[in-house]
C-alpha cells in the first residue's frame, strides 16, 4: 500500500512540475506583455444582452470598449496595479471593472454610457448631487465634465464624468483628481 502512495506521490509531483514548467500555448485574452492592438469600437454599435448571436457580438463590443482602457494605462497613470478589466453591459452601459492584483488594493470601476448627448449629461450629473458628495464643474476635460469627490475614511475616491459626442464616460478612483482626469482625457483622446 505504501509503495502505491509513493508512486500516486510522486506521479503528481511529476505532473505538477511539468504543469509549472511548461510554457503555455496561449494565455488568456489581454494576458499578453506585448501591446495588443488597436482594438476597434464601433460607436454606432449598440450594446445589448441578448444571448442571440447578437449577444456574442454585443459582449466583443462591450470587451472592445474596455480595451481602451487596458491596466497598464491605468497602472501609468494612477499609478494602480490592476488585473485586466472584465467588461459587462446593458444596452446602453458598459462596465469595465479592476481587480487589483495585491490584496488591500482598491477596485476601478470605469463606465461607457452610449448614446449620450448634453441632457443626458446633465441627467447623469444629477444624479452625482448627493449629500456628503461634493460636485463641480471640469473644465478642459471633453465636451463636458464634472468631477465627484466623497471620502470614507481615510480614502478619497475622485471621480471624473465627461462626455464626448455621444459616450459619457465615468471613471472614478482613490487617486488625485489631476491623475484621475488625466486618464480621461486619454480615453477621450481615443474617441475622436
Known sequence: MRTVIRLITAASAA?????????????????????????????AAPVSDDTTED???????AAAW???????????TLGMSLQ????????????????????GGRTIQVQFRLSQDHAGFVAVREESEIPGVSVAD????????FYTSSEFGDVVTNTVTARRGSVVLTIGAPSPLEQVANLVRLVLAQLE
Open 15 to 43: 505532473l505538477l512540475l511539468s504543469a509549472c514548467s511548461a510554457a503555455p500555448e496561449s494565455g488568456p485574452a489581454g494576458s499578453s506583455l506585448e501591446p495588443s492592438p488597436e482594438p476597434e469600437v464601433d460607436l
Open 84 to 103: 485586466p478589466p472584465t467588461a459587462s453591459f446593458s444596452a446602453e452601459e458598459v462596465y469595465c471593472t479592476y481587480l487589483p492584483v495585491e490584496d
Open 138 to 145: 471640469l473644465p478642459d476635460v471633453g465636451d463636458e465634465a
Open 66 to 76: 474596455c480595451a481602451l482602457v487596458p491596466s497598464s494605462l491605468v497602472a501609468s
Open 55 to 61: 449577444g456574442e457580438e454585443a459582449e466583443s463590443n
